[in-house]
């Protein structure tokens, strides 16, 4: 079945550093890609999406390409904050059950940044 | 109330008790969605709905039901709950048909002793 798989962690940070959280996917077909940010406490938040391949999403400044030829979709911001700490999980989507998406989660990574 | 609610926040529970997790939402989504967290693995699909009145079975459903007699009301419920069903779990909706993301209430934190 399909599956995600991305770095493990913790990633710990100076503030200004730049960033990147690796993340590869197994499909069979073409799915979307998905970031999400949990911040402590809370619950997931869509971070940005990629539907196609060589899409680019993103948001906050954080980026990820939706590389099909290296099966990737890693997360880069240039610059980080201490506000960015959080755990980001790497996602793909899946039909199930016909008209169902089934979203396909990595087992995430926690971000650490350091003032 | 905007987006998804989902109650409790958390709950200790004995086991072998019922229990059942309340989620809201307020979007009018037709699909709906229960997961558990556990560190490690990442998020599991539970049960889903693809609209009121279906429902269908997820990656780990034994020891879970729901049941969706609305739009905007999708409960899970654990009928004997056990130490494994520690967890916390997330309601999620998703926006229409065509759409790939979905939107994730709060959480619950249960704990089963």
């Known amino acids: 079945g399909d599956s995600v798989t991305q770095m493990e962690g913790p990633v710990t940070l100076s503030e200004e550093a730049f960033l990147t959280i690796n993340c590869t996917y197994t499909?069979?077909?073409?799915?979307?890609l998905f970031w999400y940010v949990q911040y402590p406490g809370e619950g997931l938040q869509l971070l940005l999406k990629?539907?196609?391949?060589?899409d680019k999403g993103s948001n906050k400044g954080f980026e990820a390409t939706y590389r099909k030829e290296t099966t990737s979709f890693h997360l880069e911001k240039g610059s980080v904050q201490v506000s960015d700490s959080a755990v980001y999980f790497c996602?793909?989507?899946?039909?199930?059950?016909?008209?169902?998406?089934?979203?396909?989660f990595g087992t995430g990574t926690l971000l650490a940044v350091q003032p | 109330i905007a987006g998804i609610t989902q109650a409790p926040t958390s709950q200790i529970l004995a086991a072998g008790r019922r229990m059942t997790l309340r989620c809201t939402q307020d979007?009018?989504?037709?699909?709906m969605y229960w997961y558990r967290q556990d560190l490690g693995l990442g998020l599991r699909l539970i049960h889903y709905?693809?609209?009121?009145?279906?429902?269908g079975k997820g990656e780990v459903p034994d020891g879970y039901s729901v049941s969706r007699a609305n739009t905007d009301d999708f409960p899970l419920t654990l009928a004997s709950a056990v130490p494994s069903q520690t967890s916390v779990y997330f309601c999620?909706?998703?926006?229409?048909?065509?759409?790939?993301?979905?939107?994730f209430g709060p959480g619950t934190r249960l704990t089963v002793l």
């Open positions: 999620a909706s998703r926006p229409r048909e065509g759409a790939d993301e979905q939107f």
């Open positions: 499909a069979t077909g073409y799915p979307s």
């Open positions: 990629a539907t196609k391949a060589d």
């Open positions: 996602a793909l989507s899946e039909n199930y059950g016909g008209a169902t998406n089934k979203l396909i």
């Open positions: 979007m009018r989504h037709n699909a």
């Open positions: 709905s693809n609209t009121a009145g279906t429902t």
